[in-house]
């Protein structure tokens, strides 16, 4: 028998990881928004290697697609679910999110704190498994983010700040708040009164303003507090449905180094199910993905925002967007069986050291359109679209960076 040496990799976050402390739980709230963050990104690592993997979260895609195969048959699952498991055949190994002594971590992960990634083997991970957990972890530090699946799959669950319909109260006519918790911009007994400019007297019409938006944007409230009117800087829904997070690996274990052309060969290999339709999610691949570090895009006033402009939506603050673009995502519609579609952009200000801007695009013009719209950021367009200070001096052949040149380096 084997011994099953578990592997650490020392980690520091550069901002706060938003995944813990959900209603006072934070009992493995990280692994498993880590452990979904990590699966999404070794599925782009996968894809961009010239493998299949599937979307765990689509049912008629999912692995395992012949129910009638043993899980050690070939073609059972595909090489993304070997590691992380599926509907009969288990993930191989346990996660655990430690701090630097290897205890359990209570709190927040602050910015700034070093913490580790245990993983502890169940069965034997080939060394090929633990050369893509290696490679996820350090694509997520040079160009990407951990967050849970949500942020790539917006969930339906609306809410305000943190706060749900569970914790407001219509009954008088006003929306009052009634439960508040600690650290939180709203607070109890606020009575609100506009969102976003809009005034809101029932729970139904802060749930229609809301809903389909995305968690984590910024929100602008106006409240009734202890007898005065005061505007508060807050956000849509709840932030454990963004969880973003940046983050560096500080150490890596022994034996996660791999050449390309074992890797290459190790994903393509024919033991693996490949015979599923991946039209819908094959952009969520590293030869789709492109990376700027050290810019970011936002809003910059209320008719301005660089980010809008970026994914195809109309500038201007409350501006409704019908037609959301492929780039935009799409916001979820019940009523019309419409899923939620994630956004492909995605930016990051804050550390400053950190900052970058990252997306997907859906075929190789992509990568070229993209370009176009960050050098109008740059110049403006001489229609009314001034520069962006951000993207002063940007300079597409240095710093736009394709998934490509990221695997390069990734292995160099
Ligand atoms: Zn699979």
């Known amino acids: 028998m084997v011994k099953l040496m578990e592997k650490i990799w020392?980690?520091?976050?550069?901002?706060?990881?938003?995944?813990?402390?959900?209603?006072?739980?934070?009992?493995?709230?990280?692994?498993?928004?880590?452990?979904?963050?990590?699966?999404?990104?070794?599925?782009?690592?996968?894809?961009?290697?010239g493998g299949k993997a599937c979307d765990p979260t689509a049912k008629e895609v999912r692995c395992p697609q012949d129910s009638s195969k043993k899980p050690t048959d070939p073609g059972h699952h595909c090489v993304v679910c070997?590691?992380?498991?599926?509907?009969?055949?288990?993930?191989?190994?346990?996660?655990?999110?430690?701090?630097?002594?290897?205890?359990?971590?209570?709190?927040?992960?602050?910015?700034?704190?070093?913490?580790?990634?245990?993983?502890i083997p169940l069965r034997q991970i080939r060394p090929e498994e633990w050369c893509l957990l290696d490679l996820t972890l350090r694509l997520i530090d040079k160009c990407g983010a951990i967050g849970g699946k949500t942020v790539f799959k917006p969930s339906e669950e609306w809410g305000i700040a943190d706060l749900g319909a569970e914790d407001l109260d219509d009954s008088s006519g006003q929306v009052i708040v009634h439960h508040a918790r600690r650290?939180?911009?709203?607070q109890g007994n606020d009575v609100i009164l506009e969102i976003e400019g809009t005034q809101v007297a029932s729970l139904t019409e802060v749930e229609t303003l809301l809903r389909g938006r995305r968690?984590?944007?910024?929100?602008?409230?106006?409240?009734?507090?202890?007898?005065?009117?005061?505007?508060?800087?807050?956000?849509?829904?709840?932030?454990?449905?963004?969880?973003?997070?940046l983050i560096a690996v500080e150490a890596r274990p022994q034996g996660v180094e791999c050449t390309r052309e074992q890797i290459e060969a190790y994903?393509?290999?024919?033991?693996?199910?490949?015979?599923?339709?991946?039209?819908?999610?094959?952009?969520?691949?590293?030869?789709?993905?492109?990376?700027?570090?050290?810019?970011?895009l936002a809003r910059q006033d209320a008719d301005t925002s660089s980010f809008n402009f970026v994914i195809g939506r109309p500038e201007p603050k409350?501006?409704?967007?019908?037609?959301?673009?492929?780039?935009?995502?799409?916001?979820?519609?019940r009523q019309r069986n419409i899923d939620p579609e994630s956004k492909k952009v995605f930016s990051?200000?804050?550390?400053?050291?950190?900052?970058?801007?990252?997306?997907?695009?859906?075929?190789?013009?992509?990568?070229?359109?993209i370009m176009e719209r960050l050098k109008v950021l740059r110049d403006g367009n001489g229609n009314g679209r001034k520069p962006d200070p951000g993207w002063k001096d940007f300079d597409p052949e240095k710093e736009f960076i394709k998934g490509e040149q990221i695997l390069e380096r990734l292995f160099s």
């Open 267 to 296: 994903v393509k290999d024919d033991r693996w199910c490949k015979g599923f339709d991946n039209s819908a999610f094959s952009w969520a691949s590293l030869q789709h993905f492109w990376c700027v570090k050290r810019r970011y």
């Open 82 to 119: 070997e590691l992380f498991g599926c509907t009969g055949w288990a993930r191989k190994f346990r996660l655990m999110v430690v701090d630097e002594n290897g205890g359990v971590i209570q709190d927040q992960i602050r910015a700034g704190q070093i913490f580790a990634l245990k993983f």
């Open 348 to 369: 990051f200000k804050e550390p400053e050291n950190a900052r970058r801007t990252f997306g997907f695009v859906q075929n190789q013009d992509g990568f070229q359109e």
């Open 318 to 333: 409350n501006q409704s967007s019908q037609g959301d673009s492929w780039l935009a995502g799409r916001r979820p519609n």
């Open 183 to 186: 650290g939180l911009p709203l």
């Open 10 to 49: 020392k980690i520091s976050s550069l901002t706060p990881l938003q995944t813990g402390g959900v209603n006072g739980r934070t009992d493995r709230v990280y692994e498993t928004g880590i452990m979904g963050s990590l699966r999404w990104w070794y599925e782009v690592l996968v894809r961009g290697l």
């Open 215 to 245: 968690h984590g944007d910024p929100l602008t409230i106006m409240v009734q507090r202890r007898g005065s009117q005061t505007q508060i800087d807050a956000w849509v829904g709840k932030r454990h449905h963004q969880d973003f997070g």
